[in-house]
């Protein structure tokens, strides 16, 4: 079963910056797109970020320009590097395949607030 360990979330002010991380149990490599997601209180959960295997990205229209997506295949990790953020990003945040793996990690919380 694939295992997916989404870390590094927390509590930050609004214009602070955090660098969430994903760990893999499997080779990403074999995945061609990689992704974050997050969902927000009484929301359904939503595409942020993706990344193919070649590097070309995309993002939702509510982070480009502050949200980055990165991936280590050798380490089988996929990061999240978040500036800027605001209040509206208070959200939990997981990482999957795109179109999503069956398992999902627990996420990690990810709290802007002043």
């Known amino acids: 079963q694939v295992q997916l360990v989404e870390s590094g979330g927390g509590l930050v002010q609004p214009g602070g910056s955090l660098r969430l991380s994903c760990a893999a149990s499997i080779r990403i490599a074999s995945i061609y797109v990689m992704a974050w997601y997050r969902q927000a209180p009484g929301k359904q959960r939503e595409l942020v970020a993706s990344?193919?295997?070649?590097?070309?990205?995309n993002y939702a229209d509510s982070v480009k320009g502050r949200f980055t997506i990165s991936r280590d295949n050798a380490k089988n990790t996929v990061y999240l590097q978040m500036n800027s953020l605001k209040p509206e990003d208070t959200a939990v945040f997981y990482c999957?395949?795109?179109?999503?793996?069956?398992?999902w990690g627990q996420g990690t919380q990810v709290t802007v607030s002043s």
């Open positions: 990344i193919t295997n070649g590097g070309r990205t």
């Open positions: 999957n395949a795109h179109p999503p793996l069956p398992s």
